[in-house]
């Protein structure tokens, strides 16, 4: 897959990203079905096959279980040049989410993430949002944290996983790359993507398949007519989607390449 910028980073990615959530935690998630979390020589081998088939961008969080600790084990293995996204701000302990945006958990959180994966500098760190968006990025000490940190070369981008519209464009003027949910059922989020584009900030797509419920969309593929829902915006950078399912995965990238070609010929793109 061709690369693309992530906004003004200087970091590449593949337009279609791996979301590891289910590499890490099984608990409290909200996918049509329940699932055996990947025994390391099946996260291994998915992790292999997203290289060959052209996916470097890998997406995780210290809030998606053993994700990130797992993520840092298996890439000692099977060393590339992965970009990896993670976020600070939510834990997940007990089958509950907590957050904490004080400028000590960020430190700590963003201290634990480069010891896991095994880095001198973390790609991009994302603010893993609780819902209030606002008030995260004007009055917690997250932002300013991170900004920090990205000074002192820990960090090369900084983003937030929004969950507002209103928040979104706030990250857009304030951050590096911002996390929106955009697929066929939930277009509120497209604001964000032009806004964030015009302003030369990376944008990753979550929930592109509707986190896997595509069974009550009527598109005879839906997979398809996703990916070319998310491409027809050229501000989107990448797509993130996760699948613990080889034959998913490369149906993921066979979509995306025929949704990025089909915009081509018809001079979208
Ligand atoms: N920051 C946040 O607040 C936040 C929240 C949610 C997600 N995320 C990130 O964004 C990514 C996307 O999130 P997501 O909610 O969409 O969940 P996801 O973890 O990407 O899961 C996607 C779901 O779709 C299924 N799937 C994938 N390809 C498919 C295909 N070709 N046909 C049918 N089903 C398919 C997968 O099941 P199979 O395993 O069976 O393929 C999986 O259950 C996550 O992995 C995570 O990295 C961030």
């Not at 961008?57 to 040049?81: H, I, K, V, W």
């Amino acid at each position: 897959m061709e690369l693309r910028s992530l906004g003004l980073t200087g970091l590449q990615v593949s337009p279609l990203g791996l979301g590891t959530v289910k590499f890490g935690r099984n608990q409290g998630v909200k996918y049509p079905r329940p699932f055996a979390l990947p025994s390391d020589r099946e996260a291994l081998a998915l992790l292999e096959l997203a290289w060959d088939l052209g996916i470097n961008l890998l997406d995780t969080a210290p809030a998606y279980g053993e994700s990130e600790e797992r993520l840092g084990r298996l890439l000692r293995q099977c060393r590339r040049n992965w970009v990896i996204v993670t976020k600070v701000g939510e834990e997940f302990g007990d089958g509950a989410s907590s957050f904490d945006f004080s400028a000590a958990a960020t430190r700590a959180s963003v201290e634990r993430s480069l010891r896991r994966l095994g880095v001198a500098t973390l790609d991009a760190v994302l603010i893993h949002s609780s819902g209030d968006d606002l008030t995260i990025l004007e009055r917690e000490e997250v932002l300013p944290t991170l900004r920090h940190l990205q000074q002192a070369g820990l960090i090369r981008a900084v983003g937030m996983s929004s969950k507002t519209v209103a928040g979104g464009l706030r990250a857009v003027e304030c951050c590096d790359v911002v996390m929106v949910t955009y697929n066929l059922a939930q277009r509120e989020g497209l604001p964000v993507i032009r806004a964030a584009d015009a302003a030369g900030r990376g944008v990753l797509i979550k929930k592109g398949l509707l986190s896997g419920h595509l069974d009550p969309l009527t598109n005879a593929d839906p997979v398809q007519a996703s990916m070319e829902l998310i491409y027809a915006e050229p501000g989107v950078s990448s797509v993130v989607v996760g699948t613990l399912n080889p034959e998913h995965l490369r149906a993921n990238v066979a979509a995306a390449e025929r949704s990025l070609l089909l915009l081509r010929e018809r001079g979208c793109r």
